[in-house]
């Protein structure tokens, strides 16, 4: 029961399972009966095959000729299209693409087009290509390597700016975007880009910068001339752009700048496999290509109206130029060499390469070429050898003899010429200049038929160079890194400058310094005053300086200047400065002597004798009036303390002139009788005192440089040996008033009716001699006027009255008698003095000639009524000086009284012993 259950319940799925089994089965028998259908047209297949083998062949065999005929012919249809198109990539100057066309033409028709014959004349029309877009390649390589490059510092220069601006960033200027967009490239293209045919601003024919990133491409260094900054032609900004087109050339934009233009010239002959001729071509242009930068900056600098031509200062802007644009070049055939040998590599090309030490090379053999022509290299003939012994002297004794620095000596045409400085044929990396210069003359005679006239911005002069020693010395520096130079070697630019310093310029310095102080020493106009008040207002003084001083100064103010253009000399320079001092200071006291020392040896100038005794000159060096002359302030803000004492050291001058002149008689000869004399020698002083003082000063800018000590030392003393000489010349005239005091008022009591002041009412006039010493005074005093400052002639003639009192107080000895009219007549004496002195002369009041004149007027008592004043009114004179009264007051009278006179005396001695007065000096 249990299966029949089972069985049921299943029926229906049973059911279902052989009905499915049953259709299953028949589909299967239908299928085999098919494939037995299939296997059977199979093998009546194969056996129809079989027997149609041959031709079914030779059907396949059509077939692939007819696919390889299409295939020739697309190939046949794309080197046409591509030779269009290489003639429309070279026309917009795309070189890349051009070339890679070229280079897959090529590949077509010496591969699977190799044997088609009458493809011959496209091989032919390629090959040609081939050469003139290596032509066109090349053009413009050596146009971005020389033109595009350096192009922005050619357009500084025409945008202009300022002295402290040299070079104003391309594109920067107000009308620099007109200058791209009207035609500026013709004229860069006539100033030397013969051939390019293009220029700046000609961006629409693939100049390499469109004009809205002009501004960006800014792959010129900041400020020119600056030799710290690292100078590239390619930016910092676009060097991630550079290195990724060096990896993947396809991705270079010739529009971002010349590194990008020169890298896919680069590439391109690489492809080409030109690159050792085109390497070749570019060495044999270099030097011919970089002389023409220096011409095309030297036109551009003259056209630019900055400063005229001649104007010195174009040299330095020049010099500043050309390094510039050679710092450029020296870049873009860096990278011109980092592109080639990636390039090589990349392509398997034959390689070639870029020697920069031989564009160095060029680039020193053309700054050489700039230094001949405006250094003057012609002068070095005529200056004359310098001694042996000389070139080896060190020059440490400025003391010596520096005769042999400044003879102009014989030239011997029979020296044979130093090869050193100009030709370096033993040298690997240099050209030499002679045989340079004699190429570029020889090849612009070729291209113009005639010799073209070198056009300079300034005359050539050895001097030159001190504008431009410290840029060439910098610049020297960069080369000499670049091309690693041990230490102690140097590149030939080095030597060639060394040589020209020392064979050309330090002997052009020694003959300037030479002339200089010849001029000063015999020339007729040396010992003329410059008057000029520009000329005096520059030197800030406000008297008169000597002609040769001033031209002496200008020589040492050029020497001081280049111990700061060429600090490798600074030391050579500072010697020479010191033995031009001490020349100078001989011809200086050469010409002193020659003002105070007459030609008999028996004659002497009393001043001159005294002012060169040590004793009297430090007597009065030490006085005040010595020290507020220094100073430059009066007595009278000075107070009345040392007023008083500089009365009292006035009188201690006056009692030493009595005591060594009054006793003795002075002729004409021992005084300086002519202005001429007078005037030249305070001319001398000032003159000497300016120098001093300038040359101390500018011992004081070198104390913090590294220059010998001794030789500072030396420069120093020297100065202070001219302060001593002037000083002397300002002493001999302060004498010089003095003696002539005594030479004027000695006569009038000396003669042989000279103390007779005993005379009627007609003879109380100033006597001659009075009148002849104002009139003295007054020349004196005009020639000194314009000659030397007025703290100085105040100096001069303070002190004058004290003497002139003392003189005549003195002289009372030497009067035999004196009565009233004699009294008037030596108050009307002193009266004139004292007139000229206070209105014409000092401007004050002289209180000293008061004191003379109520001297005097003590004549007037009787001895016993004198001794009454003094004791009245105390002792205003020495007890000398009461005595010479007493005794000319009993001479003056009808019966002298001679024992009454010795009471007198020995009352007077008693009352000025009380009253503590002083002895007196008599003359």
């Known amino acids: 029961h249990k299966l029949d259950q089972m069985v049921s319940e299943t029926q229906s799925d049973l059911a279902n399972v052989m009905t499915n089994y049953s259709a299953v089965s028949l589909r299967l028998n239908k299928a085999k009966t098919k494939l037995a259908s299939v296997k059977e047209s199979l093998v009546t297949c194969q056996e129809l095959l079989y027997y149609k083998r041959d031709e079914l062949k030779k059907l396949w065999l059509d077939g692939i000729e007819q696919k390889h005929i299409l295939q020739l012919l697309n190939q046949i249809e794309e080197i046409q299209q591509m030779r269009d198109q290489i003639n429309s990539h070279m026309a917009k100057k795309q070189f890349y693409q051009a070339t890679s066309l070229l280079i897959r033409s090529r590949l077509l028709l010496n591969t699977s087009l190799k044997n088609v014959e009458a493809l011959a004349e496209v091989k032919t029309e390629l090959d040609t290509k081939s050469t003139i877009l290596f032509n066109r390649i090349l053009e413009d390589l050596t146009s971005q390597l020389y033109l595009d490059s350096t192009w922005d510092v050619l357009q500084m220069q025409r945008v202009g700016s300022s002295r402290e601006m040299a070079f104003q960033r391309a594109g920067s200027g107000r009308n620099s975007s007109d200058w791209m967009q009207h035609g500026s490239g013709k004229k860069l293209k006539d100033a030397g880009r013969e051939g390019s045919g293009k220029g700046p ?96 900056t030297t ?82 003939t005529q200056l004359g050898s310098l001694n042996a012994q000389q070139s080896n002297n060190t020059l440490s004794e400025p003391a010596a003899d520096i005769n042999s620095f400044f003879v102009r000596r014989k030239t011997n045409f029979n020296r044979p010429k130093r090869a050193s400085l100009f030709k370096f044929d033993s040298s690997s990396t240099a050209l030499s200049l002679n045989d340079f210069v004699r190429e570029s003359n020889g090849t612009a005679a070729s291209t113009n038929g005639t010799k073209e006239e070198k056009v300079l911005v300034c005359d050539a002069n050895p001097h030159n160079i001190t504008l431009i020693f410290n840029q060439l010395l910098t610049f020297i520096q960069q080369i000499e890194k670049e091309l690693n130079c041990p230490t102690g070697s140097h590149c030939t630019l080095y030597a060639f400058l060394m040589d020209y310093i020392k064979d050309v310029f330090l002997g052009q310095i020694h003959v300037d310094i030479s002339n200089s102080l010849n001029s000063a020493s015999q020339s007729l106009d040396a010992w003329k005053s410059v008057s000029d008040s520009e000329v005096l207002r520059g030197y800030r003084v406000s008297r008169p300086l000597l002609q040769s001083t001033v031209s002496v100064w200008k020589s040492i103010e050029e020497l001081g200047e280049m111990m700061v253009t060429l600090p490798l000399y600074s030391t050579h320079f500072l010697t020479i400065i010191c033995n031009v001092l001490v020349q100078y200071k001989d011809i200086c006291c050469a010409a002193y002597r020659g003002l105070v020392q007459p030609d008999a040896e028996d004659k002497r100038i009393i001043s001159a004798q005294w002012a060169k005794d040590e004793d009297i000159s430090r007597f009065l060096k030490s006085l005040p009036n010595w020290e507020t002359k220094e100073s430059g302030s009066s007595h009278d803000q000075a107070g009345e303390e040392l007023a008083t004492q500089v009365d009292k050291q006035n009188r201690k001058e006056t009692e030493i002139l009595v005591q060594n002149l009054g006793s003795s008689e002075i002729t004409s000869h021992e005084i300086l009788s002519d202005s001429n004399q007078l005037r030249s020698l305070a001319q001398l002083h000032e003159s000497l005192d300016w120098f001093a003082r300038s040359a101390l000063a500018f011992s004081k800018t070198l104390e913090n440089k590294d220059l010998p000590e001794s030789t500072l030392q030396t420069l120093i003393s020297l100065a202070k040996e001219f302060v001593e000489l002037g000083d002397v010349c300002l002493l001999v005239l302060h004498l010089e008033v003095r003696v002539h005091c005594f030479f004027y008022l000695l006569p009038l009591w000396r003669g042989p009716s000279g103390g007779q002041y005993f005379g009627g009412p007609d003879s109380t006039d100033p006597c001659n001699e009075v009148i002849q010493l104002n009139r003295d005074l007054l020349g004196i005093e005009e020639a000194l006027d314009t ?40 108050c009307r004496n002193i009266f004139s003095v004292q007139q000229t002195l206070t209105s014409s002369i000092t401007g004050r009041r002289e209180v000293a000639l008061d004191q003379a004149k109520t001297f005097y007027e003590l004549m007037n008592l009787s001895q016993s009524e004198l001794l009454e004043n003094v004791m009245e009114r105390g002792a205003v004179f020495s007890q000398l000086d009461y005595i010479n009264a007493l005794q000319l007051i009993n001479r003056s009278q009808q019966k002298p009284d001679n024992d009454g006179l010795v009471k007198n005396m020995d009352k007077l001695a008693e009352i000025l012993t009380s009253m503590g007065s002083r002895p007196g000096v008599q003359v």
Not at 241 to 251: I, K, Y
Not at 807 to 817: M, P, V
């Open 201 to 296: 601003g000609s961006a629409s024919k693939g100049f390499g910068r469109r004009p809205r990133d002009f501004i960006k491409s800014n792959f010129l260094l900041a400020e020119t001339g600056n030799s710290s900054n690292q100078i590239s032609v390619l930016a910092p900004a676009d060097e991630g752009s550079w290195n990724q087109a060096l990896e993947n050339p396809e991705t270079a934009d010739s529009e971002l700048g010349p590194a990008f233009s020169i890298l896919i010239d680069m590439e391109c002959l690489t492809m080409l496999n030109k690159l050792p001729d085109a390497v070749e071509s570019l060495t044999g242009e270099l030097q011919n290509q970089l002389f023409q930068i220096l011409t095309r």
């Open 299 to 380: 036109h551009q600098l003259i056209e630019s109206g900055k400063y005229s031509q001649g104007d010195k200062r174009l040299l330095g802007i020049l010099f500043s130029a050309v390094v510039a644009q050679l710092n450029h070049v020296v870049d873009a055939y860096r990278l011109a060499a980092r592109v080639a040998d990636k390039a090589v590599k990349r392509h398997k090309a034959d390689f070639a390469r870029i020697d920069l030490s031989e564009v160095w090379s060029k680039v020193q053999s053309v700054i050489q070429v700039l230094l001949t022509d405006y250094l003057d290299f012609k002068s070095s």
């Open 787 to 826: 000659s030397l400052q007025p703290r100085k002639i105040q100096y001069i003639f303070e002190g004058v009255s004290h003497v002139i009192s003392a003189i005549l107080i003195s002289s009372a000895t030497s009067i035999k008698k004196i009565n009233k009219n004699g009294i008037k007549k030596m």
